[in-house]
């Protein structure tokens, strides 16, 4: 049975740092593109950061760029995402994600979703 598993959410102050991680079971993630997305309340979800299988390509929302980074450990079967330089605006409900191998950073493009963590940067 695949499941994802996310971990490392909390409350953090504005500029402060989180790494959320993913455990995969059921399936090898490196054969699938994973990512990261988030959903504020009263918003759509959105993609943060995905990683692809094919090359490790990865893909960085424009508000994200430069504070976030996105990685997988094939060994440990896990993603992770670091986020550092958090704003008030980074505040969600972060989901892990697994999609087939090309998938683009779409929530709809994404069969296989994790609980979600959450994530509060507030002063």
């Known amino acids: 049975q695949l499941q994802l598993v996310e971990s490392g959410g909390g409350s953090v102050q504005p500029g402060g740092s989180l790494r959320l991680s993913c455990a995969a079971s059921g399936l090898t993630l490196e054969f699938y593109a994973m990512g990261w997305f988030r959903q504020a309340p009263g918003k759509e979800r959105e993609g943060v950061a995905c990683?692809?299988?094919?090359?490790?390509?990865?893909y960085l929302a424009d508000d994200v760029k430069g504070r976030f980074t996105v990685s997988r450990d094939n060994v440990k079967n896990t993603i992770y995402l670091q986020m550092n330089s958090l704003k008030p605006e980074d505040t969600a409900v972060y989901y892990c994600?697994?999609?087939?191998?090309?998938?683009?950073?779409?929530?709809?493009?994404?069969?296989?979703w994790g609980q979600g963590t959450q994530v509060t940067v507030s002063s």
């Open positions: 994600a697994a999609a087939g191998t090309l998938a683009p950073c779409k929530s709809h493009e994404y069969p296989w």
């Open positions: 990683i692809m299988s094919s090359d490790g390509f990865t």
